[in-house]
């Protein structure tokens, strides 16, 4: 049973190489002897990489990758708590399991970095390439899905009531790895508004990511959260980024500044800032990710995003990058202040 | 003894609720719930979250000692609570 991912590794051993090096004529040598040189810089690189494992400070060593494909392996945790992958149960371009939950997280995480790569050049969660690698079937009747900033994203199969698969909603894959993303750039901190950020991060990206995988343009999208996994306790969705607090009986989520909740979890006061990015891409029409998706995810990338930053700071980085990318007297830099001004954040 | 819980974040985000009084359960599982529910750490505040959208429970203890509450990432819950509050909070959803 394999527990990392598989890579692809050199056809010819070292010590066949070095036996040729040793004692072949001089046109093999050669050729074996530049062939070591080469391995020998392959192996260091994985052997560099695989030391800096997790982690936001990690940046993974990698070799002249060209991106475009995702490495994914679902793994079935068969009802375990235990966090350590467990039988592989669909590896990259291996055909379509038996089971429904494998497929589905195998789908979304290929959703997830697809919208990445096509829209945003970036190669994966890390920017680099890295696997994805996806655990189904995570505890007994597990009502949640996360992403343990390790690597893994993990999909329990919900209650029945409160939630169904989670795997089948491509915007709960995008919201999880997206956090992954977060976790690489600004890595804002989980509690507060920086907390509120980092979630409303994970929700403007994962909805792109299913409107991308369903071609719907921002007037096709519900802008709901979670629609496709709720039971019939949270129908119809879990958060409505159009309509902050609608979504369903439970729903608390404030659509402006004059109802922030001080102290309010993270899911909550998130409301705010998804608005505002509901009310810049409506604005703005066609699809979220052409400026909106563009610009939050600049933001996003900018160092100047602290791991603490608040409301109005992200706010005025999203300004400073409509400005920068469109112009001053852009209706992109319009539709930014537009959409702040909708939620009262003040600039 | 009589339990409430609360149960917030994960990728709900949600605040649900459930209620389950321990004379209700079958032995030998009464007995180690009661002892789990004990053992609790009250009034200490939780461990910070390992991951983003962890559960975060509030178990409220209501016996004759009164009213105790403790607040668990859900790292923290013992493994034989566990489903207890979680079918607790299905039921009263």
Not at chain 1, 239 to 264: C, I, L
Not at chain 1, 327 to 346: I, T
Not at chain 2, 43 to 51: D, F, K, M, V, W
Request: aromatic fraction near 8%; include cysteine; charge should be negative.
């Amino acid at each position: 049973m394999t527990t990392r991912p598989r890579i692809r590794n050199c056809i010819l051993p070292p010590n066949l190489l070095d036996r040729l090096a040793r004692t072949a004529d001089d046109e093999v040598r050669t050729t074996a002897l530049d062939t070591l040189a080469l391995d020998h810089r392959f192996r260091l690189a994985r052997a560099e990489s695989a030391s800096r494992t997790g982690g936001f400070e990690a940046r993974p060593v990698t070799f002249a990758r060209v991106g475009g494909l995702a490495n994914r392996t679902v793994y079935d945790q068969q009802h375990s708590t235990d966090q350590t992958p467990g039988t592989v149960a669909r590896a990259e371009g291996q055909q379509a399991s038996a089971d429904e939950a494998v497929n589905a997280a195998y789908d979304g995480l290929g959703a997830t970095y697809e919208y990445y790569w096509t829209v945003l050049s970036r190669d994966s969660i890390d920017g680099q390439g890295l696997p994805l690698l996806g655990l189904v079937h995570f505890g007994v009747s597990y009502a949640n899905a996360f992403w343990d900033n390790a690597g893994h994203m993990f999909f329990g199969d919900g209650d029945g009531r409160i939630l169904t698969q989670t795997a089948k909603g491509i915007d709960v894959v995008g919201h999880e790895l997206t956090h992954g993303v977060t976790q690489h750039e600004s890595n804002l901190t989980y509690s507060g508004q920086s907390g509120a950020l980092n979630e409303s991060v994970s929700d403007v990206f994962g909805i792109q990511v299913k409107q991308y995988a369903l071609k719907q343009d921002v007037t096709q999208s519900d802008w709901l959260i979670g629609a496709d996994i709720v039971g019939a306790a949270l129908a119809p969705a879990l958060r409505s980024m159009a309509a902050p607090g609608t979504a369903n009986p439970h729903d608390t989520q404030p659509a402006d500044m004059d109802h922030y909740v001080p102290g309010g979890d993270v899911h909550v006061n998130s409301g705010i800032p998804n608005r505002a990015f509901y009310v810049v891409a409506t604005t703005l029409g066609g699809n979220a990710w052409d400026a909106a998706g563009r610009i939050w995810y600049d933001t996003v990338c900018d160092g100047a995003l602290r791991s603490s930053a608040g409301f109005t700071q992200f706010a005025r980085l999203t300004i400073k990058h409509a400005q920068r990318t469109y112009g001053a007297g852009s209706r992109e830099l319009d539709a930014v202040r537009a959409g702040w001004d909708d939620v009262k954040v003040r600039i | 003894m009589r339990v409430e819980v609360a149960r917030s974040g994960g990728f709900i985000g949600l605040t649900l609720r459930g209620e389950v009084d321990t004379a209700a359960l079958p032995e030998p599982t009464a007995t180690r719930v009661a002892e789990a529910l004990r053992g609790l750490p009250f009034e200490r505040p939780p461990a910070p979250p390992q991951h983003p959208d962890s559960f975060r429970y509030e178990v409220t203890v209501i016996d004759h000692g009164g009213r105790r509450t403790a607040v668990l990432d859900e790292a923290q819950v013992p493994p034989e609570l566990r489903p207890i509050l979680d079918a607790a909070i299905t039921a009263g959803s």
